[in-house]
């Protein structure tokens, strides 16, 4: 007898914003349960697309830069392979996936604030993973600055900024707002928590965010 499908949860939102700590937290709520589970990240999560986040998020060169369409492609590629060789076979195998980060960002990101054809992204978007649905989108929203404030006390940043960090305010603000029209386009699938509160606070909203799927 195959498993029934597992669910597929992804977390959302600006630089800071507590998605990796608030996706480790559901992780050990879902341990706690005894239900099966992976927790993983866009970009990345296999070794390919490893590799991939280290260069999109820190290429470097006086010759050329980064375009805006070789980073959709970037983020596609370690996109289609984190599906199928991670997030597919857990799903089939009855696992829950919590995804920190995937497909919205790249709506958000490379949609919104970069400005290139939503069309075409999401034609893109649809090549990489048509075939994983979201079950639950947990939109963590907070301002950038304060986003900024909090990445900055970490220790892993210590002044090395990627080039997303380096974007700016108006990119970053931009990048909120499209999350926030993303979710208002999708109600169903989108929770929208206040990520201003305090860690136990947002992980209380978090619960209730996926209360139904269990
Ligand atoms: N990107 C990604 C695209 O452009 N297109 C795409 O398609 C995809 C998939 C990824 C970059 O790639 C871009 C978006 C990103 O710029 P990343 O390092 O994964 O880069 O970026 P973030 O997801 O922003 O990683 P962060 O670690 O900065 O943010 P998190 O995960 O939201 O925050 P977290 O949990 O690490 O917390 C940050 C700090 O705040 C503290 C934590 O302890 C930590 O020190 N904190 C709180 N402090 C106070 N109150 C709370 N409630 C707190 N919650 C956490």
Known sequence: MTAPRGKFITLEG???????????????????????YILTREPGGTPLAEELRRLVKHF???????TPESELFLMNAARSQ???????????AGKWVICDRFSDSTLAYQGFARGMDMAGIKSVIRMAAGCCPI??????????????RRAERRESTAGNYDR????????????????????EEEPARF??????????????DVLEAVNDLF
């Open 14 to 36: 600006p630089e800071g914003a507590g998605k990796s700590t608030q996706a480790k937290l559901l992780a050990e709520v879902l341990a706690a349960r005894g239900i099966g």
């Open 60 to 66: 470097k060169s006086d010759r050329e830069e980064i």
């Open 82 to 92: 984190h599906v199928q060789y991670k997030i597919l076979p857990a799903l089939n």
């Open 135 to 148: 079950d639950r989108t947990l939109l963590f929203d907070l301002p950038p600055e304060a986003g900024f």
């Open 164 to 183: 997303f960090e380096l974007a700016g305010g108006e990119f970053h603000r931009k990048v909120r707002q499209g999350f926030l029209a993303l979710a």
């Open 191 to 204: 929770r929208v928590i206040r990520a201003d509160q305090a860690i136990h606070e947002v992980h209380a």
